[in-house]
């Protein structure tokens, strides 16, 4: 496809269970991110990838929460013992550019529709 | 940490009227300042963005606005359309990133009655 795929698109999971959420980023763009969104409120980062390299984690929630790009395409956010307070929509944005001597990354990131967790 | 606060929360108005929206930053050094569109169900999408050398663009029905000093950036719609009836979220890139973070805004529900 030509956009960001993600999947699955809705997922309820009881408390307690582990939950894996996939991005197939945009063919050849070196960057992606995953954010989390609450109802009603804007998108938080939660980590980044350049290729297969995690470069920021600082958002990540807790140690419960894991995401890795193996090949540098398809990554997945892992989150173990899913809790109440993790229902939200995670968001995944690639970008076909990536960092370069430090400098940070400008200009478009192309969201996918997201995956909303629910944890009941 | 950093923080973009954005008012008003909802904004409804007329069909052909002009709809304004406004941010504020706290990081001085952040210097990227993209606006999204997100529709029900859907994932945000750019609609305009501003780089820190820049005081003011225009695309369009759309622009935005930059002042680097109160810290401050707005979008302008104008002509508005019931088809921009979405939420749009400001956000900031983070000063002190080098991977390209951003901070978004609580976001604006915008209501254009026909």
């Known amino acids: 496809g030509a956009g960001v795929s993600q999947s699955p698109r809705y997922k309820v999971a009881k408390r307690g269970q582990d939950v894996a959420l996939r991005c197939d980023p945009i063919?050849?763009?070196?960057?992606l991110f995953w954010y989390q969104q609450a109802l009603g409120q804007g998108p938080e980062f939660l980590t980044y990838f350049q290729n297969e390299a995690q470069l920021d984690k600082s958002g990540l929630p807790s140690d419960r929460f894991f995401a890795e790009r193996p090949e540098g395409s398809v990554s997945t956010l892992k989150i173990q013992r899913t809790q109440q307070e993790d229902s939200a929509v995670y968001l995944c944005?690639?970008?076909?550019?990536?960092?370069?001597?430090?400098?940070?990354?400008?200009?478009?990131?192309?969201f996918g529709e997201g995956s909303r967790l629910t944890v009941l | 940490g950093e923080n973009v606060e954005q008012h008003p929360s909802t904004l409804s108005v007329q069909e052909g009227d002009s709809a304004v929206i406004k941010c504020t930053y706290s990081?001085?050094?952040?210097?990227?300042f993209p606006w999204y569109k997100q529709e029900l169900g859907k994932g945000p999408q750019l609609i305009i963005d501003i780089r820190s050398n820049v005081g003011e663009k225009k695309d369009q029905r759309i622009a935005v606005t930059l002042n680097k000093t109160a810290k401050h950036f707005s979008l302008h719609i104008t002509e508005t359309q019931p088809e921009d009836s979405a939420v749009y979220f400001c956000?900031?890139?983070?000063?002190?990133?080098?991977?390209?973070?951003?901070?978004f805004g609580q976001g604006t529900t915008l209501q254009v009655k026909p």
């Open positions: 063919s050849g763009h070196v960057s």
């Open positions: 944005a690639s970008s076909p550019r990536g960092t370069s001597g430090g400098a940070s990354i400008t200009g478009e990131l192309f």
């Open positions: 956000a900031a890139m983070h000063g002190s990133s080098n991977t390209g973070k951003l901070i």
């Open positions: 990081d001085s050094a952040s210097n990227y």
